[in-house]
Nanobody
Framework: QVHLVESGGGLAQPGGSLRLSCAAS????????MSWARQAPGKELEWVSG????????SYAESVKGRFTISRDNAKNTVYLQMNNLKPEDTALYYC????????????????????WGQGTQVTVSS
């Protein structure tokens, strides 16, 4: 049974940092690309960042490029999202999602278009 469990969210001040983690289980983690996506209240899902199964390809949404860093540790079945220089507009529920293959990063408009996803972790950026 596939499980994705996000952690690391919380309250941060503008300009601050948070590091999200997503612990995966129930599947061959090293065989799948992974993505982070977020959804703010009343807004459409926004894909944030994705990483290939072997970390050979990494991509970011323009809104977070230069501030966020995605990484993964296949030995620990975990994908991370380091978020620096946070802005109020980064406030959202952040989801970790399994992509459909090892070398495929999608950007769906709805979380249920992913293969599997976690329950989400809330990030709030406010002074």
């Amino acid at each position: 049974q596939v499980h994705l469990v996000e952690s690391g969210g919380g309250l941060a001040q503008p300009g601050g940092s948070l590091r999200l983690s997503c612990a995966a289980s129930g599947f061959a983690f090293s065989s799948y690309a992974m993505s982070w996506a977020r959804q703010a209240p009343g807004k459409e899902l926004e894909w944030v960042s994705g990483i290939y199964s072997d970390s050979s390809e990494i991509s970011y949404a323009e809104s977070v490029k230069g501030r966020f860093t995605i990484s993964r540790d296949n030995a620990k079945n975990t994908v991370y999202l380091q978020m620096n220089n946070l802005k109020p507009e980064d406030t959202a529920l952040y989801y970790c999602a399994r992509e459909w293959g090892a070398y495929s990063i999608t950007a769906p408009k709805s979380i249920d278009m992913y293969d599997y996803w976690g329950q989400g972790t809330q990030v709030t950026v406010s002074s």
